[in-house]
């Protein structure tokens, strides 16, 4: 049974440049979550979608960052222009009604 | 002050040893509790969830008391493998909706 799946595991770019981070959820989850952990403030919600909607979003940085769900086993995370102190580790994580969630292996970005 | 926090360690401790870690939450209306275990540059996984009661699993035993906004996690006969960085997480409802991480206790375990 495929676990969550993201793509790309490492990504390497300079700052001003455009990043997409992918997501594909457990099948039969209709929750999905976007996370991002640094050394500094730990793990962060950044917005989660409930049935490809977007429900809360208060945690996304800033309007650099947008995020999509345009099917229930699809989503990206994007960020345009990219910073250096957006250099994280990004988690898709993913659930349903009762369950815990599963997280995917993430993504390490570093912003140069 | 961070809604879940932890003492971030590191915890140096011997084979065979026991092994407690504390957390506090400030939200009193939060209804779950979990304590979840992440390796080093891998993503988080679900430990064990916490109850008023108390639950155990294996040399695993968890603790949860609301008035003082308290959870604990205890290791016993510690592991090599038991070394990673324990996250202490609380929701206001169980998985599918705002999971609140505290930033985590390093510990290692010493052959």
């Known amino acids: 049974d495929a676990g969550v799946i993201q793509s790309p595991r490492h990504e390497v770019t300079e700052m001003g440049q455009e990043v997409t981070l992918r997501c594909k959820p457990i099948s039969g989850h209709d929750y999905l979550f976007w996370y991002r952990q640094t050394m500094m403030r730990g793990l962060e919600l950044l917005i989660y979608f409930n049935n490809n909607v977007p429900i809360d979003d208060s945690g996304m940085p800033e309007d650099r960052f947008s995020a999509k769900m345009p099917n229930a086993s699809f989503s990206t995370l994007k960020i345009q222009p990219s910073e250096p102190r957006d250099s994280a580790v990004y988690f898709c994580?993913?659930?349903?009604?009762?369950?815990?969630?599963?997280f995917g292996p993430g993504t390490r970005l570093l912003v140069l | 002050r961070k809604e879940v926090e932890q003492d971030p360690g590191p915890f140096n401790v011997p084979e065979g040893a026991t092994v407690a870690f504390n957390c506090t939450y400030s939200n009193s209306a939060s209804q779950s509790f979990f304590w979840y275990r992440q390796d080093c540059r891998k993503e988080p996984k679900l430990l064990m969830s916490v109850y008023s009661s108390g639950n155990e699993d294996g040399r695993f035993t968890a603790q949860l008391n609301r008035a003082s906004q308290y959870i604990s996690l205890l290791i016993r006969d510690s592991k090599l493998s038991d070394s990673a960085t324990y996250l202490c997480v609380v929701s206001r409802n169980f998985g599918n909706e705002k999971l609140t991480f505290g930033t985590g206790t390093r510990l290692t375990i010493i052959p």
């Open positions: 994580a993913s659930t349903r009604e009762q369950e815990t969630q599963y």
